[in-house]
Structures are given as structure tokens and as C-alpha cells.
């Protein structure tokens, strides 16, 4: 009798999931408390794949062998808990489609701020240098989908701490971890030590035959490191201190040492710019060379890269003003990274629905380079009462056009506008997407 698995929840991951199992001989059933979007539904009717909408079924769940548990899906639900009641093995999508990746390579990178800048920049190299490859996971493609309709010789892969969560054996070939910072508290039950764990799961199978990747220079990294046991090569890089293996940077050169391999690269000629993404930079450079990429192939490919939609995006410049699309920035982190790397006087945009910021951690660089806050956001009272002693002017807006007009308005020739929200969007938009898409779309209507 064929293995009984139920996936939970019909987003990219789960619908993958179901595609992948269906292929793989499983008897298959997808289970969503809300409503399947008409195209997955269409794909699941094509695959024969039974499944329900609008709510769980108790008893087609409970009969499981195992559930896949979509990330987007908290331990806190009401289903997940009679699951793990039951004792039902839960694992992620990353999980199953390990299993079925044969002589595949995984290269999977995670961290709080720049996995999807550092994955997108992998997969650019690597398509430069001709590998067979595809670009996956958290990043918009589920892995599974992939295996299942096209498989490639490598995955590059995007994986945030949910798709970590539930893993029993998966181990990616090269991890790459970025940094860890306060993010997501509210699904870890206000533990930030579970959030670390949960990102070092990326690294917990591996082993002697694969490379760990990590930023030498983050402070949470350095601690919990030495209590952990790796098992694999560690490659770290820092921009403060010479390395004699991984990757450093010495004035303005890259110096890369892995194995026997020596790179050297200017940092001007990195197409990214700013402080974190020369991090960035280096951890896709040391990636590369551990899949035996020649360095000529990926200094082309850095020169070249043109970068991300909604991450520090340059719009348009109208009259001598800049507009920066960086949506993407949904933490406090992430603004704090687009203002470290402004060079002009800037216009910052802020606002949304806050996930328990602590602004506190960008006045600094607030008061240096910010000359107006533009608000984009329902309620805006926490940004007013943390910014009305260090900027002379703060506005509020309630949407994207009017919020270019405002910051047009207080910009001078020579100065950024940067949207650089520090907010997830769903308060006034559909995602952080929709949210630059409406912006830039403003901006060129000026």
C-alpha cells in the first residue's frame, strides 16, 4: 500500500510538494483552511490529487504517514496541534524533495537580511559559467515543483527559518549562512535562541563532504558556532580580520582562499554596492568556487549583475532626485543596510505593519543622512513618536502616489528618495511587490 502523505497548505510549497509526492507514488491529499488559488486547483485536478478547501477534514488528516507542512503554516495552529498529538512525522518541503534530488547539488542559502540578493546573484553565476541549474525555495519556485518538472544538475536555493524548521535528514551540499538578527519572534514564541536554532538546521546534517559558508563578523553567528558540532568544512568570511581560508577583504580587494584555489577581485567592480553587499558578494564568490566555477567566470558574472526587483532598485532620477525602490526592506534590518550604503541626503519612506521594531537601532544613521520621513502606513504613531527629535520634518501618507508627491515635494536637487519601509505591507497593500510596484509606478507618472 502506497505511503499516505498530507500537505497543509496550497501556496508554491505546497502545491510542489503535492506534485512531487503524486509523481513519487504517494496517495496524496491537500488539506487548506482558506481558499486554493484557481490555477494550483486546476493543477491538482489535472494530477488526479485529491483535496479540500475552506477547512481541515479531522479524520483524512489524522490517517497520515506523514504531513508536509507548508511554511507559511504556525506550530500554534489548531490542526498542527492535533497532528503533533498524534504523533505524525511533520516534515518541510525542502525535506521531501531531498529525498528525490539524486546526484542533484543543493546550494542553500539562508539569514535574516541578503538571502534573496546573495541566491539570485548564485544563480547568476552559475548560469554564467553554463551550469545546468535553477533558482528555488523561499525566492518565488518551490524545489519540489522543479524536481518534479524539470531537474537540474544544481538548485540554488533560497530557504527561510520555517522551511529549516522541519527537516529530519536534508543537508544541502554548500550552506551559506548570511546573519542572524531579530526577525520573525512571533512564530518562534518570543524565543530569539529558537530562531538562531532554527537557522543553523541548515547546517546540522552536513558533513565532511560538504562546505559551511558563514559571515565571520555577525555577532550571533560567533557565539552559538562554538557550541554547536560541525561536522562539515567551514568557509567563513569577514570583512575586519584576514582569513587564511574563506574569504576576506583587504582594503579594496576581495581575496578569496578555498582549497587550493586563490581569487582576487577589486571591489569596485562589484555591480552591487554598499557595505553588506559586499558581504554578499563574497559569500556567492566562495560558493561558486567550492562547485569549481573558474574565477574568470565569476568576475564576469559579478561585473554584470543587475540585481533585484524591490531590493535598493533604482527607479528613475526626476529634476536631480533619485528614486530607490527597495520594498523589500520588511525589517529593521534590512533599512538599516539601504541607509548605510545612501551617500546623498535622503528622503526615507517608513511604514506598514510593524513586527516589533525597535527603531532605536537606526537613529544614528537617521540623524546623519535622513533630512524627512515620509510615513506609509495606517497607523504611524511608534515611527512620529521615535523621529520627532531627529528630523526636522515627518509626513503622513496613505498611498503610494501620494507618497511620492510628499517626498518630490521636500527633495532637493542632488538628494535620495529612498522606500525603505522597515514594515511588512498588508496594512495598505497586497505585499511588499505590490508595494514597490505602486511606488515606481508613481514615480514615473511625476
Known amino acids: 500500500m502506497s505511503k499516505r502523505i498530507v500537505i497543509l497548505g496550497s501556496g508554491e510549497s505546497g502545491i510542489g510538494s503535492a506534485l512531487l509526492a503524486k509523481q513519487k ?10 481558499i486554493i488559488k484557481e490555477h494550483y486547483k486546476k493543477e491538482l485536478i489535472d494530477y488526479k490529487i485529491e483535496f479540500e478547501q475552506g477547512g481541515h477534514t479531522e479524520a483524512k488528516i489524522l490517517n ?37 534530488k539524486g546526484n542533484s547539488k543543493i546550494i542553500g542559502i539562508t539569514g535574516t537580511n541578503g538571502k534573496s540578493t546573495t541566491t539570485s546573484l548564485m544563480y ?15 525566492i518565488g519556485y518551490s524545489i519540489a515543483r522543479q524536481i518534479a518538472e524539470k531537474p537540474c544538475k544544481y538548485y540554488i536555493a533560497e530557504i527561510s527559518s520555517f522551511q ?23 512564530r518562534y514564541d518570543y524565543k530569539f535562541e529558537n530562531y538562531i536554532k532554527a537557522k543553523f538546521n541548515i547546517t546540522k546534517y552536513q558533513t565532511q ?13 560567533q557565539k552559538y558556532y562554538p557550541l554547536l558540532t560541525i561536522n562539515t568544512n567551514p568557509l567563513p568570511f ?65 561585473l554584470d549583475y543587475s540585481g533585484l526587483e524591490h531590493r535598493m532598485e533604482f527607479v528613475a532620477a526626476v529634476r536631480g532626485v533619485d528614486f530607490i525602490n527597495d520594498s523589500k526592506a520588511t525589517n529593521i534590518n534590512s533599512t538599516w543596510f539601504a541607509l ?19 527603531y532605536s537601532l537606526i537613529a544614528e544613521l537617521v540623524k546623519d543622512k535622513v533630512k524627512a520621513i515620509v510615513c506609509l502606513g495606517v497607523d504611524n504613531a511608534k515611527i512620529k513618536e521615535a ?25 532637493a536637487k542632488g538628494d535620495v528618495v529612498l522606500l525603505s519601509p522597515a514594515c511588512a505591507s498588508f496594512d495598505l497593500f497586497k505585499n511588499y511587490e505590490d508595494r514597490g510596484k505602486q511606488f515606481k509606478q508613481a514615480v514615473l507618472q511625476l
Do not use: W
Open 209 to 221: 563532504d560538504d562546505f559551511f559558508i558563514y559571515n565571520a563578523d555577525d555577532e550571533v553567528i
Open 238 to 302: 569577514s570583512m575586519k580580520q584576514e582569513l587564511k581560508k574563506g574569504g576576506h577583504i583587504k582594503g579594496d580587494q576581495m581575496m578569496l582562499r578555498i582549497q587550493e584555489e586563490r581569487v582576487s577581485m577589486s571591489i569596485y567592480d562589484f555591480a552591487l554596492k554598499g557595505k553588506h553587499n559586499q558581504q554578499n558578494t563574497m559569500a556567492a564568490c566562495i560558493a561558486a568556487t567550492t562547485v569549481g566555477i573558474r574565477k574568470e567566470k565569476i568576475r564576469e558574472a559579478v
Open 64 to 100: 497520515a504517514d506523514e504531513v508536509m507542512k507548508s511554511p507559511g503554516i504556525p506550530e500554534k495552529n489548531e490542526m498542527m496541534k492535533k497532528i503533533r498529538d498524534a504523533g505524525i512525522l511533520v516534515i518541510s518541503e525542502f525535506e521531501l524533495a531531498y529525498r528525490y
Open 164 to 186: 529549516l524548521d522541519d527537516i529530519q535528514t536534508f543537508r544541502p551540499d554548500v550552506a551559506v549562512l548570511l546573519n542572524i538578527t531579530e526577525d520573525h519572534l512571533d
Open 25 to 34: 507514488g504517494y496517495d496524496v491529499f491537500v488539506s487548506d483552511a482558506g
Open 340 to 358: 548605510e550604503s545612501m551617500t546623498k541626503p535622503t528622503v526615507l519612506i517608513l511604514g506598514g505593519t510593524d513586527k516589533g521594531n525597535d
Open 387 to 411: 523621529f520627532k527629535k531627529l528630523v526636522p520634518k515627518i509626513v503622513e501618507t496613505q498611498s503610494a502616489q501620494k507618497c511620492v508627491e510628499a517626498c518630490f515635494k521636500l527633495a
Open 124 to 138: 547568476h553565476i552559475c548560469k554564467t559559467a553554463g551550469l545546468d541549474c535553477a533558482l528555488v525555495g523561499n
